[in-house]
């Protein structure tokens, strides 16, 4: 597997224990938003790069002749950031009742630590589902929207109905990656953190808005961490769109082999990426060249990599029920 030291988990530690144990609720249900490296946004909230649109590198020459020119064309590119995170309140009762600490403020901060765990591991699956399909997949459909049919990256299974997709992406720093954009402690006079928690009115005990707690009196806090994906070679980035699990528009080993191809594929750091059940139904694949032996008391139908590439089974990718994808 692709080992990158800039993960976000690797990151994490580099900050207090705290932030990294935050980060592991982030991303324990979320494998790619875990795999993926890292840089840190050159303006808050805001990532400047430069996107490579061409290419002209050094070539091969005989002796005693002219060199060849090099040079590199790029667009400079801004990418947004995005906030992963939640508000959770509780009411004053109801933390007291749960902790047993009779002060209201110390229950409500009590209950808030053992709770963050289950509202980070959430926003990590929407963080990931969100930057798959709403930041990748709509960059690689643009990028692909030019190109001839022999250039393109993206490709059509031709189903209809229970739709599935496999991303396939090659990652590095400064290229295809994800972002992070840390917040200043105490105004930067304490260091920073990735996730920041903050009381609601000061950690004051408030009238409560909205949900289940709507008029109760009680305590609130926010959690914020600025987080994104910046795509600055996209040609590096490929997918397969209109899959069923089954029958005609089912994947095929040729479907997988060529969309590798088509990114240029490397095995150190390249990743297909698709929905948990998708990677289930891969075991058809395999199926035929199984052989059992009398004896034989387990039957392993599962891999992990492709060709030598990763694979990434996620459970959240959505479950044959994509929209179909005009490529």
């Given at each position: 597997m692709p080992i990158f030291n800039d993960t976000m988990q690797e990151v994490a530690k580099s900050y207090e224990k705290k932030q990294a144990k935050l980060i592991e609720h982030v991303t324990k249900s979320a494998p790619f938003l875990?795999?993926?490296?890292?840089?840190?946004?050159?303006?808050?909230?805001?990532?400047?790069?430069?996107?490579?649109?061409?290419?002209k590198g050094a070539g091969f020459r005989e002796f005693d002749s002219p060199y060849q020119e090099m040079d590199v064309s790029t667009v400079l590119r801004e990418e947004k950031i995005g906030l992963i995170g939640g508000k959770m309140d509780v009411s004053e009762e109801r933390a007291i009742a749960l902790t047993g600490i009779t002060d209201g403020a110390r229950a409500a901060a009590t209950y808030f630590d053992k709770r963050k765990g289950i509202l980070l591991n959430d926003a990590g699956k929407t963080t990931e589902k969100h930057l798959i399909y709403e930041r990748i997949y709509k960059a690689v459909l643009k990028y692909n929207a030019g190109l001839s049919s022999n250039e393109k990256t993206v490709f059509d299974a031709g189903g209809s109905t229970g739709l599935?997709?496999?991303?396939?992406?090659?990652?590095?720093?400064?290229?295809?990656?994800?972002?992070?954009?840390?917040?200043?402690?105490?105004?930067?006079?304490?260091?920073?953190?990735?996730?920041?928690?903050?009381?609601?009115?000061?950690?004051?005990r408030h009238t409560l808005v909205g949900g289940s707690n709507n008029g109760k009196l009680g305590y609130s806090v926010t959690f914020d961490g600025g987080l994104g994906f910046q795509i600055a070679m996209p040609e590096r980035v490929g997918a397969i769109f209109n899959i069923e699990a089954s029958g005609s528009h089912s994947l095929t080993v040729q479907m997988l082999a060529n969309l590798l191809s088509s990114i240029e594929s490397d095995e150190s750091d390249t990743f297909l990426v698709m929905n948990?059940?998708?990677?289930?139904?891969?075991?058809?694949?395999?199926?035929?060249?199984?052989q059992l032996a009398t004896g034989d008391r387990n039957l392993d139908t599962r891999f992990s990599r492709f060709n030598g590439i990763d694979i990434i089974a996620t459970p959240n990718m959505l479950r044959a029920a994509e929209t179909a994808v005009s490529v």
């Open positions: 875990k795999a993926m490296p890292t840089i840190t946004a050159t303006h808050g909230l805001k990532n400047q790069y430069e996107e490579v649109t061409n290419l599935y997709s496999v991303l396939a992406i090659r990652m590095g720093k400064e290229e295809n990656c994800g972002i992070l954009s840390p917040w200043k402690k105490n105004g930067g006079n304490s260091g920073e953190e990735l996730i920041k928690m903050d009381w609601t009115d000061g950690g004051n948990r059940f998708m990677f289930d139904s891969l075991v058809a694949l395999k199926w035929p060249q199984v």
